[in-house]
């Protein structure tokens, strides 16, 4: 049975998995986070702590953590029950009924509402990790926003991803984590400085937006535009060469916006995050590469072929394959893949006119 850790004592992570620590550091943080909004009566900024660490938890802890759950992680389903609890208690005045059906399932306990709301120690907070782990999420986000845009599914292994920012030491250990979610075979790390990329900044004007004073200087402002004799400062654009009434012209809000496009080689598309931080996809494929993508195609049809038989997730089989002739060799070069994936305990594999999934429960 999995246990609440006891997050109210500066031992609470202590030699706790570094992914653990992540889930109950933004844990921690959200419970900081509604305990502020609901003093505030900001009910709607709560609601929204909720959603986005609800996001946290299930799309990015319990996706990347699945195997530790199959191989029945005792950290893994401790840290994951007490994420639940607190999250429940943190949730109750905003979800009443869900909380209390939801926490009396997990604890027997008689009802949430008769808790008092957690108070986690500071010891757990992890800023840096959670800083850290958060970047990584943009950048596994962004690469699969590159892998979407430039249609090549996630089940295609590609060759690397290239991550540029000037805080890429923090980012290096969590390499393996971002290959296995984008599903490239490296990932490579630089400073804009040794990157080897242009990076080009535009700036856009909004003259619908100016103020009124600033209309008599349009012309000027996408001359200085242009040229580019301007620059932006604590998210205000500055005009050296215009002036209004003796000082140099500022834009803010929404009179102006700034973009930041990378120049790519051939074979690359890159994308910006918004710390600045930018990713560079390599989208060039090699036979082994297409290979390895069409073995995983067929580990998909066979799981597809394992739910339609009705077949528990436990339950080993006995696999064959019908693949067309060209991808024979595809699926005898990762027929042991194959085999892992899908607990096949045996595969057999003939050419045929179109891929065909048959399994038998052993």
């Known amino acids: 049975r999995a246990r609440r850790l006891d997050l109210s004592s500066a031992s609470a992570t202590r030699g706790v998995a570094q992914m653990d620590r992540y889930l109950l550091a933004h844990t921690r943080g959200l ?9 505030a009566y900001d009910v709607a900024g709560a609601c929204d702590a909720v959603r986005d660490h609800l996001d946290v938890l299930t799309n990015w802890y319990v996706r990347t953590q699945r195997q530790r759950f199959w191989d029945e992680d005792g950290a893994a389903f401790d840290a994951l029950y007490t994420a639940l609890v607190v999250l429940m208690e943190v949730a109750a005045p905003l979800l009443p009924l869900l909380a209390e059906e939801v926490w009396r399932g997990l604890t027997g306990g008689e009802s949430v509402h008769l ?17 850290a782990m958060d970047e ?11 892998r979407k845009t430039h249609q090549l599914r996630v089940r295609q292994p590609l060759a690397s991803l290239q991550v540029v920012s000037e805080h890429f030491k923090e980012l290096e250990p969590f390499a393996d984590l971002i290959a296995s979610e984008v599903n490239v075979k490296s990932v490579v790390f630089s400073s804009p400085e040794n990157s080897g990329l242009g990076v080009r900044t535009e700036l856009s004007l909004n003259p619908r937006a100016f103020a009124p004073s600033f209309r008599k200087l349009t012309s000027q402002l996408f001359k200085a535009q ?19 009434d003796g000082a140099p012209l500022v834009l803010t809000g929404d009179m102006f916006s700034v973009s930041t496009s990378v120049d790519a080689a051939e074979g690359q598309v ?44 436990a339950d080993r089989i006995d696999l064959t394959l019908s693949v067309p002739a060209d991808h024979v060799a595809d699926v005898e070069a990762w027929r042991d893949m194959i085999a892992a994936e899908t607990l096949a305990l045996s595969v057999a594999v003939e050419a045929g006119d179109q891929l065909a999934v048959s399994v038998a429960k052993h």
Do not use: M
């Open 226 to 244: 242009k040229s580019g004799e301007w620059e932006v400062v604590d998210g205000e654009c500055r005009f050296a060469s215009v002036e209004l």
């Open 136 to 146: 990584v999420r943009s950048i596994v986000s962004a690469a699969h926003a590159l």
């Open 31 to 39: 419970a900081e986070d509604v305990r502020a909004r609901l003093d």
């Open 270 to 313: 890159a994308d910006v995050l918004a710390s600045g931080t930018f990713v560079v996809l390599d989208t060039e494929l090699t036979p082994e590469l297409e290979a390895e993508g069409y073995a995983r195609d067929v580990v998909r049809a066979v799981q597809d072929e394992r739910k339609n038989a009705g077949l528990h997730i």
């Open 115 to 131: 808790q008092d709301f957690p108070v986690i120690d500071e010891a757990v907070a992890a800023p840096a990790l959670v800083a």
